[in-house]
């Protein structure tokens, strides 16, 4: 079993940045952050190949966000910068005991609680 915690959520103005990190218990795989805004449904944002070689990025966060990891503190990290009002939302971290880069919230087995980021104009 496999437990994540999410933490670093916050209220900041556009254009500012935040680090997002989430500390698993466990063995984990592939590891992936979504993020769901109000009435819409949740979706992917980035994830990251169990040694850190491989990440993949939607397109809306591509050149802004950087997702990394640090295996020896069992640590992903979600680096957001120049952030918009349009990446309000409840920021999720995932993980999979698939190898491969899955960009789909069915495809992960292992969910946080979540954590609210706010960005205002």
């Known amino acids: 079993q496999v437990q994540l915690v999410e933490s670093g959520g916050g209220l900041v103005q556009a254009g500012s940045s935040l680090r997002l990190s989430c500390a698993a218990s466990?063995?984990?795989?592939?590891m992936g952050w979504f993020r769901q805004a109000p009435g819409k449904e949740r979706e992917f944002v980035a994830a990251?190949?169990?040694?850190?070689?491989?990440?993949s990025y939607a397109n809306s966060v591509k050149g802004r966000f950087t997702i990394s990891r640090d295996n020896a503190k069992d640590t992903v990290y979600l680096q957001m910068n120049s952030l918009k009002p349009e990446d309000t939302a409840v920021y999720y971290c995932?993980?999979?005991?698939?190898?491969?880069?899955?960009?789909?919230?069915?495809?992960?087995?292992?969910w946080g609680q979540g954590t609210q980021v706010t960005v205002s104009s």
């Open positions: 995932a993980a999979t005991t698939d190898i491969f880069l899955r960009t789909l919230p069915t495809n992960y087995d292992y």
């Open positions: 466990g063995r984990t795989y592939v």
């Open positions: 990251i190949s169990r040694g850190g070689a491989s990440t």
